[in-house]
């Protein structure tokens, strides 16, 4: 362990100068302007204000991006699928796929008008828009003016849905499937919906303060791993953990989920664009670029701890790189999201390891790679970010603003510890009524049967 926080202080070092490097390259010269000839006072002419209009590329860009997005979660279900024991894949892969049917009902009725509609104390939206009253076809300009309103709504839906599912990793394989139904519904509503207005919504308090979360380091990432954490603790531990082997069941399936997460996270970053100019592209590079260095670090972090690269390390690397560069994506270039991503290797695979010793069961690593990853992307954002990138953006501390760093920190903090306070309340409550765990006998059983009467293989 002594030598993976070498090794990452090494490539911390690497990083603080990078972003130096980085931020003297980037500087440009400006010429001192030449003095106007005298003109006589014109008076100004009447600004005609120019109605949005729905830019046919740039909805086209953000509707494939919600299918990429969409396709996540799916390829989610495969990632924790393969991790978990034979007979918990199908009750593993239910719960990132039911995910689907239930925040979509919730986003539509009440969910995106709590989190994106008219502000209301810069802690949450109005309900001006549940049921998608008066989110039509025509631009909203405060969220994007070049597409309709219902493809920026229907964009947000995907981060919705595949949000709670992350938090499932920690309590796979022993948790009730209609305490998990009820949890979906509390949890968007208590947690999900007010942070995503906090960070995006117009008159958001975290966005007030000028903090970055270009694509949800802060509202996916922080929130769903800080929450796994809490329910780790409150659900307790799977039945014979330390003793028996549960070992992953199908690590190609594994391998093809986080495939899919990689293809499909182009479109969570580079559709956080709402638009399918420059900006998109550079968040598409970034993204490729950070998740590529995480699997190298994450896989040689493991081969100096452990003696042998593993594929499911590779994997969970890939995924850890691709948290880490999210909140940052819109706002950094290549060489600063190289650092992330080998940063972000490295940090989660130590936060991985730490569990055992600070003895709780989280069974697929939702705490170390995404509470972790999320939480290291935020305040990276506060180091590399650079307004040459993004103009609606701000530079870090590497660019010689440390208040946006400071503002970073407060927003983490804010999301930890938002996410885990109201998460212990909403499984204790769920725990007192209906339950939290199935019996001991259904846990020996297995989800498939005990909760769906199926199995996952017919052998």
């Not at 390259?25 to 008076?43: D, H, L």
């Not at 007979?87 to 990132?96: D, E, F």
């Not at 303060?209 to 509202?219: C, E, H, N, R, S």
Request: net charge neutral; aromatic share 10%.
């Amino acid at each position: 362990m002594k030598r993976l926080v070498s090794v990452l202080l090494l490539i911390f070092w690497c990083a603080a100068f990078a972003g130096s490097l980085f931020a003297e390259e980037v500087k440009t010269e400006v010429p001192a302007a030449t003095p106007a000839p005298a003109v006589a006072a014109q008076p100004a002419p009447a600004v005609v204000p120019v109605p949005p209009k729905v830019d046919t590329g740039d909805t086209t860009w953000v509707l494939i991006s919600s299918a990429l997005v969409m396709l996540m979660t799916p390829g989610l279900a495969l990632f924790y699928g393969g991790m978990v024991r034979r007979k918990n894949v199908l009750g593993t892969i239910m719960q990132s796929f039911i995910a689907l049917g239930v925040i979509t009902i919730l986003w539509v009725l009440y969910g995106y008008s709590l989190s994106f509609g008219p502000d209301k104390g810069h802690i949450i939206g109005g309900l001006e828009w549940a049921g998608l009253k008066g989110v039509g076809l025509d631009p909203n300009p405060d969220y994007a003016a070049t597409i309709p309103h219902q493809a920026f709504m229907i964009f947000q839906m995907m981060f919705a849905v595949i949000t709670p599912a992350l938090i499932t990793g920690a309590f796979a394989e022993r948790f009730k499937f209609k305490a998990y139904l009820l949890f979906l519904i509390l949890w968007a509503t208590v947690v999900y919906f007010p942070l995503a207005h906090w960070v995006w919504g117009v008159g958001g308090w975290i966005r007030e303060l000028g903090a970055l979360d270009f694509a949800g380091g802060l509202v996916v990432h922080i929130s769903s791993g800080v929450s796994a954490l809490a329910a780790a603790i409150i659900v307790g531990k799977r039945r014979k953990h330390g003793v028996e082997q549960m070992a992953p069941h199908n690590l190609t399936m594994t391998l093809l989920g986080a495939a899919l997460l990689w293809f499909g996270w182009f479109g969570f970053n580079g559709g956080s664009a709402v638009a399918s100019g420059s900006l998109a592209t550079s968040a598409f590079v970034v993204t490729h670029i950070a998740t590529a260095a995480a699997v190298l670090s994450w896989m040689f972090a493991e081969w100096i701890h452990r003696n042998k690269p593993t594929a499911l390390g590779a994997a969970s690397g890939a995924v850890a790189g691709l948290v880490a560069i999210t909140p940052a994506s819109g706002f950094v270039g290549p060489m600063p999201a190289l650092v992330i991503g080998l940063v972000a290797g490295v940090l989660c695979y130590m936060a991985v390891n730490l569990k055992a010793r600070l003895g709780y069961d989280d069974s697929l690593d939702a705490v170390g790679v995404h509470g972790v990853g999320g939480t290291w992307g935020a305040i990276a954002t506060g180091l590399f970010a650079s307004k040459l990138i993004n103009s609606a953006g701000n530079d870090g501390l590497f660019y010689g603003n440390a208040l946006l760093l400071l503002n970073q920190i407060i927003s983490v903090g804010a999301a930890w510890i938002y996410s885990f306070a109201a998460t212990l309340v909403i499984l204790k409550v769920l725990d007192w009524t209906v339950g939290l765990r199935v019996s001991e006998e259904d846990e020996a059983d297995g989800l498939d049967l005990s909760q769906h009467g199926e199995s996952g293989y017919t052998l």
